[in-house]
């Protein structure tokens, strides 16, 4: 069955220090996307940052970045030079093969950054 | 911004009730997604519509129904209300062919039923 795993139902991170989120999948599509959003104690759900399976290189976005380990079946956030701001809740996601674009969820990650 | 809105943000209501939620998807977005996060359960799909039709269903009851209409906003009916339908209600839209496939929320519809 497919699904998104997140082990780290918390963590804490000190200001301006880099934290590394992670995030497991279990799929046996050969395409396939993995996504990362946000959602800060304010309820709404940002979009981070997307990796697809053939993407050779790791996603960026500003200081977000992923560590696409396909092997390992792996797609951990990376958030650098963390910021006060950053303290949410942070949901891995991955859409399967074909024409929909349902996305299988993880049930997150509460990230707190301490000043 | 997401470009997604939803309308209430916050709905108050009683157990045997029925309410509607609104959403309009980003401008040209055809797919419309209906999601339940409450505390105990995470975020679930509920159901996704593409361009007026049923595309995909998840986890919804039959006490709830959704449509997309031709103007491509869409609605979520629940209907004989329970203490645990109380829980934050999310529309997403994306563009269903080319891109990256990701899909932008919605702030959001937080329902409460006494």
């Known amino acids: 069955a497919q699904k998104i795993t997140q082990t780290q139902p918390g963590m804490f991170v000190q200001e301006k220090e880099a934290v590394t989120l992670d995030c497991t999948y279990d799929t046996s599509d050969q395409s396939y996307g993995l996504f990362w959003y946000k959602q800060p104690s304010s309820g709404e759900m940002i979009f981070l940052i997307y990796?697809?399976?053939?993407d050779e290189q790791n996603a960026t976005e500003g200081r977000y970045s992923l560590n696409f380990q396909k092997a390992r079946k792996s797609a951990n956030l990376v958030i650098s030079a963390s910021q006060l701001g950053d303290s949410a809740m942070y949901f891995c996601?991955?859409?399967?093969?074909?024409?929909?674009?349902?996305?299988?969820w993880g049930l997150g990650t509460s990230l707190a950054v301490n000043p | 911004d997401s470009g997604v809105t939803q309308t209430p943000k916050h709905l108050i209501t009683a157990t045997g009730q029925r309410v509607t939620l609104r959403c309009s998807p980003r401008?040209?977005?055809?797919?419309v997604y209906w999601y339940q996060q409450s505390l105990d359960q995470g975020l679930q799909f509920l159901i996704q519509y593409y361009n007026g039709e049923e595309r995909a269903k998840g986890n919804i009851l039959e006490r709830f129904s959704a449509q997309q209409f031709p103007d491509l906003h869409s609605e979520l009916n629940l209907s004989s209300l329970e203490l645990g339908d109380s829980a934050l209600y999310f529309c997403?839209?994306?563009?269903?062919?080319?891109?990256?496939?990701?899909?932008?929320f919605g702030p959001g519809t937080r329902l409460t039923v006494l």
């Open positions: 401008s040209g977005d055809l797919s």
């Open positions: 997403a839209s994306s563009a269903l062919a080319g891109g990256q496939g990701e899909q932008f």
């Open positions: 990796q697809g399976s053939y």
């Open positions: 996601a991955m859409r399967p093969a074909g024409n929909n674009r349902k996305l299988i």
